[in-house]
């Protein structure tokens, strides 16, 4: 095993090449446990369900098929995981659906060292198939942008639209491209290291990435109000969303909400036309890029893509753009100039104007919750503009194959970073 990890690694750091040893070495004791026979065929290893409607499938795949040498029909088939996260549930439903019957699916969960049951009733099975047809025919015919989470796994995030470059800038086809979140952003200068791990080289985080009740409660806030903002009765909506936690973290909830309330009937009013909507810039820099050939040259066009969701987008009476942000944490009165520039021109250049209103809702900072709206013209605009360029010019000189590269710190936020064990042991 170590010669054959060492054959396949050597283009790889030691970070990457010690990740791929420790999924290698749990998946050889997971598989090697028992006297199994495994095998890998490419050329067969897909599930496909056809579209009633169209002419199409849909597909899943799985990796390895491992057998009974005793008893050749006593066959499971494995989808390797290297993350914490098993296979969805419309994937399952179209593996079970489209595999063989007399086969049965499981996840090699890598990270774990554990083989865990793909399991689904023939019922939510169809359900799941029904919804995935659905989606496929409103897919072939919608080409409007619906910017959401898979737009951190799309290959044309820099081209689509969503997320604009300034106004007569062209973003190449072949162009490299470096997915940032606004957390990302934030994080630099303060660790490159771990925002380089989590958007560009894809680390996965370890088992004390829990988070936190606090960041619990705050995300059940958001995911709340945002149901409550778009109905049309706010008030009962969130109640009725209240009945799915228990009472204690409901009281919590219901207190922020209460502190919501006071800060919408104090502040600027705004006509909100989507929540949980994901706006964003893409930066062009100069900067490293690998070619097909795994070489790395320098002063290359690189598009550095950042991405934020806005808690709520509308206009304002006077019809001015404006982006709400609701805050729950202790430090929620804080301004960070970063993140609203993020937010201002990121929605100035996608509806193209001159003036963008953002509205900080500071809920969760000792005192009376209030809002903080900030109104960017277009000279505060070409401010922020270049903030944004200079805090991520950096990224676009990130080596694109080397995990080593990105410099660290030691501080404080050591102690909630999920790549803190791993970043340790390559210091």
Request: net charge negative.
């Amino acid at each position: 095993m170590d010669q054959a990890i060492r054959d396949n690694t050597g283009w790889l750091d030691a970070i990457q090449t010690d990740l791929v040893r420790e999924l290698v070495t749990n998946g050889v004791a997971v598989l090697g446990a028992e006297d199994a026979e495994v095998v890998f065929d490419p050329d067969d290893n897909v599930s496909m369900v056809p579209h009633p409607r169209m002419h199409a499938y849909l597909d899943s795949y799985f990796q390895l098929e491992v057998s009974d040498p005793t008893n050749p029909e006593n066959r499971e088939r494995l989808k390797i995981r290297t993350g914490g996260r098993p296979t969805s549930k419309a994937e399952a439903a179209v593996l079970l659906e489209g595999g063989d019957a007399d086969a049965s699916y499981a996840d090699l969960m890598l990270a774990a060292g554990t083989v865990e049951p793909i399991e689904m009733a023939a019922e939510a099975r169809s359900a799941q198939i029904a919804i995935l047809e659905e989606l496929a025919e409103i897919h072939s015919t919608n080409r409007d942008r619906t910017p959401g989470l898979h737009c951190y796994m799309c290959s044309r995030i820099a081209r689509c639209g969503q997320f604009p470059a300034p106004k007569g800038y062209r973003v190449g086809a072949n162009e490299r491209t470096i997915r940032l979140s606004k957390t990302d952003l934030l994080g630099l200068g303060v660790c490159d290291r771990r925002s380089a791990w989590k958007a560009l080289h894809g680390i996965p985080k370890e088992e004390n990435d829990d988070g936190n009740e606090a960041s619990a409660i705050g995300l059940l806030f958001h995911d709340f109000v945002a149901t409550a903002t778009m109905s049309e009765n706010p008030d009962a909506a969130f109640a009725q969303c209240l009945e799915q936690v228990s009472p204690e973290d409901a009281a919590r909830l219901a207190s922020l909400y209460g502190r919501h309330k006071t800060v919408e009937e104090g502040h600027v009013p705004v006509r909100v036309g989507r929540v949980e909507y994901e706006i964003g810039v893409t930066v062009p820099l100069r900067g490293a890029a690998a070619t097909a050939n795994g070489q790395v040259v320098s002063d290359r066009a690189v598009s550095v893509v950042v991405i934020a969701r806005a808690d709520a987008v509308g206009r304002e009476s006077d019809n001015t753009p404006a982006v709400i942000e609701h805050r729950t944490g202790k430090t929620s009165d804080r301004i960070d100039e970063r993140e609203t520039a993020l937010y201002a021109v990121s929605a100035a250049r996608l509806l193209n104007v001159d003036t963008i209103a953002v509205h900080q809702h500071a809920l969760g900072a000792k005192g009376e919750p209030k809002c903080e709206r900030i109104v960017y013209g277009a000279e505060q605009l070409a401010e922020a503009e270049d903030l944004l360029v200079r805090t991520v010019e950096t990224v676009a000189g990130w080596h694109p194959l080397d995990a080593s590269e990105p410099s660290f710190s030691v501080g404080d936020w050591c102690a909630v970073c999920p790549f803190e064990s791993r970043c340790q042991r390559h210091r």
